[in-house]
């Protein structure tokens, strides 16, 4: 499914009214969606009680958000259902706006603050077990465009908002920013948000996806050829559109059609990073698993996980991998079809030196995580110089680290940040945290699955090993991001249902891997 950033929406109604879908018409569209989604509530609500009656109140402000209100209000006084239209900013200043405003007869208009505010709390002074109307709020403050704080008089209305029995947003909860994901002060939490034409981009990440409860995108005729001309465009993965990526294993199949996974990770501080990594890897498909750690955690990665092959390494006095085994890890790597470097490895003189000298040396491709992402933050013009494609799968503080930005800077742009890195250095980014964003120069993938308790040590490891193991097996580098990273929030999220968020480990996301491939395959 693609999703849209408020620049490329602008772009999108302009290009369908210049076709002849016009302005007024998608106006008109929109509306009339919103009504029906609104009838739809109602109709599902009376089915729990048919006597309940509905007090329905649009909250608008002066632009075209308004407008949609207004056509869903006349809408509703067509099928024998009242509403109430409050003005927040005045009369409508957009011209669609001002002549859907006129087409209203018979509905109320609210243009009083007090008036609006006693409205929605008149109901909270009868006791529960009255049979009161439910509340249904239809936010259409601010629309898609919106950025900064919301004004004091609309944060003090829609304070009075939040106790109402049902809120649907228009297009966005006014106050979200639909360029990031950021939320201001005050921002209604939706039960619903209708959005239209394509769901926007903010609406994938935090706090904005939390405001906006159900999203339901609403078709208002605007084709998808039109986006043909975005200079990138961003996509939601879903698991229809993955299936046919996965390698089916035919009758004839063996290890070596199923390819070869050097692991160059762990350390005696560390061991965990590297098995974790590893035995994700070999549950998502990979035919041979070698693994490159430090000599005195090879037992215990064997105890573990006796279906991989180990290369020991030597170690440093604290017990990190030394400098001194590139030459064995390039031996290693000469049959490999992937390298997985940094999971555990630390960061140290001699993990910066080895790991900048495999990237400029490995003829594969190169998965880096963790610590070998660290190793290469204060010289990262190195990624230039590999000879294969490379995968970086940073976390927000560690993508900050590699461009030079504070955590909370990366977390303000996420899709600039990892778009702009992957352009710069002709990398696949996968910048992890919830709505994780995965950037292949000017082709933008979001992803929708996974949960809070994922938030948990090793949870990056097991991602890593699963992309590193579809890279193994010849999947492209993109294509290895994309499936791994919803195959990983898919398992995490089985993981959550039966252990709890609260509970789940990240070993627990390995245990759910082969249910998600059941579905998957």
Same mark, same amino acid.
């Given at each position: 499914?693609?999703?849209?950033?408020?620049?490329?929406?602008?772009?999108?109604?302009?290009?369908?009214?210049?076709?002849?879908?016009?302005?007024?018409?998608?106006?008109?569209?929109?509306?009339?969606?919103?009504?029906?989604?609104?009838?739809?509530?109602?109709?599902?609500?009376?089915?729990?009680?048919? *006597?309940?009656?509905?007090?329905?109140?649009?909250?608008?402000?002066?632009?075209?958000?308004?407008?949609?209100?207004?056509?869903?209000?006349?809408?509703?006084?067509?099928?024998?259902?009242?509403?109430?239209?409050?003005?927040?900013?005045?009369?409508?200043?957009?011209?669609?706006?001002?002549?859907?405003?006129?087409?209203?007869?018979?509905?109320?208009?609210?243009?009083?603050?007090?008036?609006?505010?006693?409205?929605?709390?008149?109901?909270?002074?009868?006791?529960?077990?009255?049979?009161?109307?439910?509340?249904?709020?239809?936010?259409?403050?601010?629309?898609?465009?919106?950025?900064?704080?919301?004004?004091?008089?609309?944060?003090?209305?829609?304070?009075?908002?939040?106790?109402?029995?049902?809120?649907?947003?228009?297009?966005?909860?006014?106050?979200?920013?639909?360029? %990031?994901?950021?939320?201001?002060? &005050?921002?209604?939490?939706?039960?619903?948000?209708?959005?239209?034409?394509?769901?926007?981009?903010?609406?994938?990440?935090?706090?904005?996806?939390?405001?906006?409860?159900?999203?339901?995108?609403?078709?208002?005729?605007?084709?998808?050829?039109?986006?043909? %001309?975005?200079?990138?465009?961003?996509?939601?993965?879903?698991?229809?559109?993955?299936?046919?990526?996965?390698?089916?294993?035919?009758?004839?199949?063996?290890?070596?059609?199923?390819?070869?996974?050097?692991?160059?990770?762990?350390?005696?501080?560390?061991?965990?990073?590297?098995?974790?990594?590893?035995?994700?890897?070999?549950?998502?498909?990979?035919?041979?698993?070698?693994?490159?750690?430090?000599?005195?955690?090879?037992?215990?990665?064997?105890?573990?996980?006796?279906?991989?092959?180990?290369?020991?390494?030597?170690?440093?006095?604290?017990?990190?991998?030394?400098?001194?085994?590139?030459?064995?890890?390039?031996?290693?790597?000469?049959?490999?079809?992937?390298?997985?470097?940094?999971?555990?490895?630390?960061?140290?003189?001699?993990?910066?030196?080895?790991?900048?000298?495999?990237?400029? *040396?490995?003829?594969?491709?190169?998965?880096?995580?963790?610590?070998?992402?660290?190793?290469?933050?204060?010289?990262?013009?190195?990624?230039?110089?590999?000879?294969?494609?490379?995968?970086?799968?940073?976390?927000?503080?560690?993508?900050?680290?590699?461009?030079?930005?504070?955590?909370?800077?990366?977390?303000?742009?996420?899709?600039?940040?990892?778009?702009?890195?992957?352009?710069?250095?002709?990398?696949?980014?996968?910048?992890?945290?919830?709505?994780?964003?995965?950037?292949?120069?000017?082709?933008?993938?979001?992803?929708?699955?996974?949960?809070?308790?994922?938030?948990?040590?090793?949870? &990056?490891?097991?991602?890593?090993?699963?992309?590193?193991?579809?890279?193994?097996?010849?999947?492209?580098?993109?294509?290895?991001?994309?499936?791994?990273?919803?195959?990983?929030?898919?398992?995490?999220?089985?993981?959550?249902?039966?252990?709890?968020?609260?509970?789940?480990?990240?070993?627990?996301?390995?245990?759910?891997?082969?249910?998600?491939?059941?579905?998957?395959?």
């Amino acid at each position: 499914m693609t999703i849209v950033t408020p620049e490329q929406m602008k772009y999108l109604e302009a290009e369908s009214d210049r076709n002849g879908n016009t302005y007024e018409m998608l106006m008109e569209k929109a509306g009339e969606h919103l009504a029906e989604k609104i009838i739809s509530i109602i109709n599902i609500e009376k089915n729990k009680d048919k *006597n309940q009656l509905f007090d329905i109140t649009f909250i608008c402000g002066n632009g075209n958000n308004a407008g949609d209100c207004f056509v869903a209000a006349r809408y509703l006084k067509q099928h024998g259902i009242d509403s109430a239209v409050a003005l927040l900013c005045g009369e409508p200043k957009t011209e669609i706006a001002k002549l859907n405003f006129s087409r209203m007869n018979q509905i109320e208009i609210i243009s009083d603050k007090n008036i609006l505010i006693d409205r929605i709390s008149k109901y909270k002074q009868f006791d529960e077990v009255l049979s009161c109307p439910r509340q249904i709020i239809v936010d259409g403050a601010f629309g898609t465009g919106f950025h900064g704080e919301l004004p004091e008089a609309v944060r003090d209305i829609f304070n009075t908002c939040s106790e109402c029995d049902i809120v649907i947003a228009v297009d966005v909860p006014s106050g979200g920013d639909c360029r %990031n994901g950021k939320v201001s002060d &005050g921002t209604l939490k939706a039960d619903y948000t209708i959005t239209f034409g394509f769901e926007k981009f903010g609406m994938t990440q935090y706090p904005l996806k939390e405001y906006c409860g159900e999203i339901c995108v609403a078709d208002i005729g605007i084709p998808i050829e039109y986006t043909d %001309n975005f200079k990138y465009k961003i996509k939601i993965m879903c698991d229809s559109c993955l299936k046919n990526i996965i390698p089916r294993k035919k009758p004839d199949s063996h290890k070596g059609n199923f390819g070869r996974l050097l692991i160059v990770c762990g350390s005696e501080k560390m061991p965990g990073a590297c098995i974790m990594a590893a035995e994700a890897a070999a549950r998502s498909g990979v035919g041979l698993l070698q693994i490159a750690a430090v000599k005195s955690i090879t037992p215990v990665i064997t105890n573990r996980l006796p279906e991989a092959m180990l290369e020991p390494l030597k170690a440093d006095e604290d017990g990190f991998i030394s400098s001194h085994n590139f030459e064995t890890i390039m031996r290693a790597a000469e049959k490999a079809s992937a390298v997985l470097i940094g999971c555990g490895i630390g960061v140290t003189d001699g993990t910066k030196e080895l790991v900048k000298n495999l990237l400029k *040396n490995l003829n594969c491709p190169i998965i880096l995580d963790a610590d070998g992402i660290n190793c290469i933050s204060d010289s990262i013009d190195i990624i230039r110089q590999t000879k294969s494609s490379i995968i970086l799968t940073p976390h927000p503080a560690e993508m900050g680290r590699l461009c030079g930005k504070s955590t909370a800077e990366v977390q303000s742009d996420r899709l600039g940040t990892a778009m702009n890195f992957s352009n710069e250095y002709n990398a696949v980014v996968v910048l992890k945290g919830a709505g994780t964003v995965i950037a292949e120069k000017n082709n933008i993938y979001v992803n929708q699955t996974g949960n809070p308790g994922m938030g948990k040590g090793g949870s &990056g490891d097991v991602l890593s090993g699963i992309i590193a193991s579809f890279a193994a097996q010849g999947i492209s580098k993109v294509d290895s991001a994309v499936l791994g990273t919803f195959v990983h929030g898919a398992a995490g999220d089985l993981a959550a249902s039966k252990k709890s968020m609260q509970s789940m480990i990240a070993t627990d996301i390995i245990g759910e891997l082969g249910e998600v491939f059941k579905k998957l395959i």
